[in-house]
């Protein structure tokens, strides 16, 4: 978090016991992270923990567990090996996915630093190895940063569509909300693929000299490959994608450096098109262009009339939720792009560095039927992570659009 003197926003939070926050894995075989496209043991440790909950009980007794941890993926038979995967679990509640990658950055800056001190006894190692965490107030939320204002007709407009619903005829959201949910009954599944840092930067080119963005490509792709998995009378898809709230706040106490929640929305509505062609021949980069200026037009309101700015009227949380119980999903899928890794300058001649990203997120039970996670790492290879609930989108739907979806990034690159 940021060095920020002013009155805590919150209360400090208790002493906690590291033991209860950093869990080491070990593989059970080796990998090849230069030939391979996916990490099919690294998804099944993502998707585990994704399936985990903040409320295990302290190593110690009394101490509280927070709601993060850090899993260190070791190479196989308990050895370290030339690499590690390290991933930063957290509760949304807490942080966004930038924060995710301030995390990384700031840890690596601790090895660096670690690196520079050299070989030393096991004696200074250990005073070395004790970090001293600075008794800092959290950043103030959201609604304390921005004042987050409402036109009228925003109001009317939501108001509007919570008592006069528009009909969700020929619209694919999955199965409804379940009317029930059992607790541990629903576990989120979770793949992802790794396009090549030459495809990737193919892919970047080609979506800049349509003028397209990678965001607005892909979600078009991924609603292309959707449609043609689910049955022609649907005819609909709605797409959620995230914004960071980030541009619109005061530099001087927010950057990418923060850790914290500061994010939203905009919306897009996809239409079938003829099934008389393939669906990669549906694709114009005219609709990417849309999508473009749908975003561009999100972020030239500075936060103003933003839906985050309408939870002011959210006087029950428990009582929202539970209203959606049973009823049938508003949003095909959500999309979150957090945008390209980059390590500072004075990180990148080191023997400590950070290579492959992966973005998860856990499925959701009254939101999207499903989520997709998208992040180019420091070796400029874009992952796209794909989470959702069997009971909410089959199996073979997701992993029928993925592959279809990784055919029509090769072909749009000329691969």
Known sequence: MNEDTRKPYWVRLPRIDLRDCVIFVSRSCARDEEARETDGELAAILEEQHNQDFK????????????????????????????LQICFIFHHALADTISGLAFHRSLLSALLRQEKV???????AHEINMVQTPDLPLLPPLEDLHPLPLSFRCIWNEAKATLFPESTSGLWAGAPVPAVVIPNNYKTRFQFFTVAQTTTSRFVAICRANDATVTSTLQLLI?????????????????ESAISFRRFL??????????????????????????????????????????????????????????IGMSRFIFSHNHFFKSMAGKPRETSFELSNVGIFKAREKEKESDWGIGRIVFSQSADITGAAFEISVVTGNDESLSIGF????????????????????????????E
């Open 118 to 124: 050299g070989t030393v006894d096991d004696e200074v």
């Open 223 to 239: 609603a292309d490959a959707l449609f043609a998995q689910i049955p022609s009378y649907l005819t609909t898809l709605n797409v």
């Open 250 to 307: 005061d530099p001087e106490m927010i950057n990418d450096d923060s850790m914290g929640c500061f994010v939203s929305r905009y919306l897009y509505s996809h239409q079938r098109k003829s099934d008389s062609a393939e669906p990669i021949d549906h694709f114009t980069w005219g609709e990417s262009r849309r999508i473009r200026k749908t975003i561009e037009a999100e972020l030239e309101k500075d936060g103003r009339d933003n839906i």
């Open 56 to 83: 295990g009980k302290s190593l110690v007794g009394e101490l509280p567990t927070p709601f993060w941890r850090v899993v260190v993926v070791l190479g196989e038979e308990d050895k370290i090996s030339s690499s």
């Open 387 to 414: 989470s959702w609930f069997s009971e909410i989108v089959e199996d073979g739907v997701i992993e029928k659009m993925i592959m279809l979806l990784k055919e029509m990034i090769r072909r749009i690159t000329g």
